[in-house]
């Protein structure tokens, strides 16, 4: 069953704005990782967070666990034209085979000059 | 652009065709992985090799056929296939399989007529 879930599905903003999206999962996991993909392209990856840490900053990118909630967030701030992108997260859960990352179906971001 | 090289990027098969996609890692890492992205769905684990041995096979039917000749190269060999396996295939390295994070090949977009 799938592991994590995005949360919108698709979000439009303009340049210069903020973009959150939100991810949920089932089980306890050992961390939680955001990954980018450009239409048709690879997955880029972005940022790892662990069941331990509760915030982390990469640039524009913010990422928050709470693992109590079973949810994390990333922002995306002062968002780019560049940003346009499918924006993913990945659990590697506790219980699960060793190396099986499991994702969710993505948020579609688009964001206009 | 990641280290992570997949040919032929576009394929187009019968049913009835044999043909072998094919990935290259040049980061050094120990684990890669085949995944299967089809549209609005999340991305599908379809097998994991860690120093050349397979460590997953998520289910996939035998149509699918992968190899691993050293922990630099990995192939999947497709025979009989379906329309519904009509996906972009994805390979991806992890210096292991513990969860850490993955580099993703640019993929293949395979259809099948």
């Known amino acids: 069953s799938q592991q994590g879930e995005e949360d919108p599905q698709a979000l439009s903003i303009q340049e210069g704005e903020n973009a959150t999206m939100n991810c949920s999962y089932k089980?306890?996991?050992?961390?939680l990782q955001w990954y980018r993909q450009n239409s048709g392209r690879g997955l880029v990856h972005l940022i790892l967070?662990?069941?331990?840490?509760r915030e982390k900053h990469s640039g524009r990118l913010r990422v928050t666990l709470d693992t109590s909630k079973k949810s994390s967030s990333l922002l995306i701030t002062a968002s780019r034209a560049a940003d346009t992108a499918s924006y993913f997260c990945a659990t590697d859960a506790l219980t699960d085979s060793w190396g099986k990352l499991q994702f969710g179906a993505g948020t579609q971001v688009v964001v206009t000059p | 652009e990641t280290g992570v090289t997949q040919t032929p990027r576009h394929l187009v098969m019968g049913m009835t065709n044999k043909k072998s996609l094919k990935c290259e890692q040049h980061l050094g890492h120990n684990a890669m992985y085949w995944y299967k992205q089809s549209a609005k769905k999340p991305l599908e684990l379809m097998f994991v090799y860690n120093f050349k041995e397979q460590t997953e096979n998520n289910s996939v039917p035998s149509r699918f056929s992968p190899e691993c000749p050293n922990s630099s190269h990995l192939f999947l060999h497709l025979h009989t296939l379906q329309p519904e396996d009509s996906a972009l295939y994805l390979c991806?390295?992890?210096?292991?399989?513990?969860?850490?994070?993955?580099?993703f090949g640019p993929g293949t977009r395979l259809t099948v007529t």
């Open positions: 089980t306890s996991i050992n961390n």
């Open positions: 991806a390295s992890s210096q292991d399989p513990g969860g850490n994070e993955q580099y």
């Open positions: 967070i662990r069941s331990n840490e």
